[in-house]
């Protein structure tokens, strides 16, 4: 995974008032918590955030005030409900080599059993501990020719060198659903009987 190099500055202003004046100005508002620490209250481009966002648990590179660089994962974003925005976000602080724990999307490939079966995530993502600097983006499974009733445990995925499970081995990821066969309107044959005499 390659990191992501932004800038970010230190701000004293807190508050609602503070926040919009910040979003105004295409800025971002933030917070760096971690390692024991106290948390650092932080000002990001917002449009350059937004792009390294676009990719799950990305690595940020933190230049904090031209001084301090810092490696961080997101770890909560905040969205404006309706324009999507971005409102706020924390960030964790990590170092190289250490293991953290995050979710990585999951993705299925492949054509189930014919029959018009359903398959239904029941993890979107998988929760998984890896070294900070050597997170997947995502994982992907194969359902090719699964039938209904079949489910995809947590520990049947191939997960990548260093990257273990953070959920139970038999947790359900994916499972195949029979179609539901439409049922016909009640009444509907008797009123064709009727008809018909």
Do not use: C, W
Not at 41 to 59: Q, S
Not at 79 to 96: I, N, S, T
């Amino acid at each position: 995974m390659s990191e992501v190099k932004i800038a970010a500055e230190t701000r004293t202003e807190f508050g609602k008032g503070a926040a919009r004046r910040i979003r105004r100005a295409d800025k971002v508002p933030g917070v760096l918590y971690g390692h024991g620490s106290d948390p650092i209250h932080l000002t990001f481009p917002g449009h350059e955030l937004l792009l390294a966002l676009r990719t799950p648990n990305v690595l940020i590179a933190l230049d904090i005030d031209g001084k301090s660089n810092e490696l961080a994962i997101p770890k909560a974003v905040q969205r404006d409900p309706l324009k999507g925005f971005l409102e706020h976000v924390d960030l964790q602080l990590v170092k190289r080599g250490e293991k953290v724990q995050v979710e990585i999307p999951v993705h299925a490939e492949g054509e189930l059993a014919p029959g018009g079966n359903l398959l239904e995530h029941v993890l979107d993502a998988l929760p998984v501990e890896a070294e900070a600097t050597h997170i997947p983006e995502s994982v992907t499974v194969s359902v090719e020719g699964l039938e209904a009733g079949a489910s995809v445990l947590a520990k049947d995925i191939k997960l990548p060198s260093g990257v273990t499970l953070a959920v139970e081995e038999d947790a359900v990821v994916l499972q195949v659903l029979a179609a539901q066969a439409e049922e016909a309107p009640e009444g509907a044959e008797e009123g064709e009987e009727a008809a018909e005499a």
